[in-house]
Nanobody, 124 residues
């Protein structure tokens, strides 16, 4: 069993930056593909970014490409999401997720473990 705990959310002005962290329990973190998803009020959960086990392969939603960077530190069992040039439409609850053997990283249902989420609010 893996537990995921997100942190780093908050209120930021448009154009600003935030870094989200997701700390994982357990000794098998390095074998998990990790992803970030978000859900805005009244909207469905959507894929944001994902990173493969070694960190050498990353994937991004078009809406965040060039602004967000996902990374991981397997020694610290932590995955990060650096968010720059934040926009009003980035406002959402952000969730960390992990899974093994994920072929399509954009599909939320393929992830086995989820954090409780951290709220990000971008103001004008």
């Amino acid at each position: 069993q893996v537990q995921l705990v997100e942190s780093g959310g908050g209120l930021v002005q448009a154009g600003g930056s935030l870094r989200l962290s997701c700390a994982a329990s357990g000794r098998t973190f390095s074998t998990y593909t990790m992803g970030w998803f978000r859900q805005a009020p009244g909207k469905e959960r959507e894929f944001v970014a994902a990173i493969r086990t070694s960190g050498s392969s990353t994937h991004y939603a078009d809406s965040v490409k060039g602004r967000f960077t996902i990374s991981r530190d397997n020694a610290k069992n932590t995955v990060y999401l650096q968010m720059n040039s934040l926009k009003l439409e980035d406002t959402a609850d952000y969730f960390c997720a992990g899974g093994q053997g994920i072929l399509v990283v954009t599909m939320a249902r393929l992830y086995d473990y989820w954090g409780q989420g951290t709220q990000v609010t971008v103001s004008s």
